[in-house]
Every structure is written in C-alpha cells, then in structure tokens.
C-alpha cells in the first residue's frame, strides 16, 4: 500500500505525500501545518499503513513514555490530525478508528465507502480491509 519511489526520504500514496527529512505533508495538493507531535504521529502510523497501531505503541513512538491509565493525549493529538487531513482532502478518511485496538492510517477510503471492500477508483481493484469491526469514529459506538 506505501509507495517508496525512488526518491528517498519521501513516502507517497496516491495525492499523499510526506517529506521526511523536511517535516513537510501535503494531502490533496495542500501543504499541511503540523504540530511535532502531530508529524511524529502520522509518521509512526505511516509506517504501518493499513495495519492498526495501537495507542500504547503511538505514546511511546511519539512521547518515549508509557501510556498511563485515563491518559488521552494520543487521542487528542490524533483528532487534531485527522481534522487537518480530512480538511485538506474533503471526502477523504486517512485516520481510522478502532475502538479498543488502536488506529489506522489508509488514505483513499472515502467515507461513502464500505471499508471492508473499498474500490480503487482508478484501478477498478477491489482491496479487503482485514481486523476488526471497521468504525470511522468512537461516537459511531455511543448509546442512543
């Protein structure tokens, strides 16, 4: 799913793109301003594109601590992120959520979209989406 081309330190998915050694993203044509935190992040997500990462693996990656009981800094700081991608890229999910697993970064899911089959509108490929149940946001699990 990650594209390394051959120019090194950048990382591209479809109109997604990180400079690593700039600290620069851009999403939709659009150059986003990100916090540290927030680039230290998608970067530790990137890594594992299409794979859920969990919270305890994102604090440590991006604050070299444990995540402490009630601690809600990584949820905070990934609601700011997703705000920003999503602002960039209308329509477009990059960030989603797990509840009780974690995060996963995989741009290209429209919110429209069944993500267990989502269609590569370019290519007419069809992708599964393996793990759990797929929910775009803690609140889709709220009791009425």
Sequence with gaps: MV?????????????FEIR????????GGEVLTLSVREFQL?????????????RDELCQAVWQRELRPGDRSVDVYV???R???????????????HPGFGYRFQ???SRDLDTSKAANAQTGET???????????????AAP
């Design 107 to 109: 741009p290209g899911l």
């Design 20 to 27: 690593l050694s700039e600290g620069l993203v851009s999403a």
């Design 83 to 97: 705000a920003k991608l999503e602002a960039a890229a209308p329509g477009r999910q990059f960030i989603h959520t």
């Design 42 to 54: 998608l970067v530790a997500m990137v890594d594992r594109a299409g794979g859920i990462v969990r």
């Design 127 to 141: 992708h599964t989406v393996a793990g759990p149940p797929q929910s775009d946001r803690a609140s889709d699990h």
């Design 79 to 81: 609601s700011k992120l």
């Design 3 to 15: 594209a390394y081309p051959q120019e090194p330190g950048v990382v591209r998915l479809d109109d």
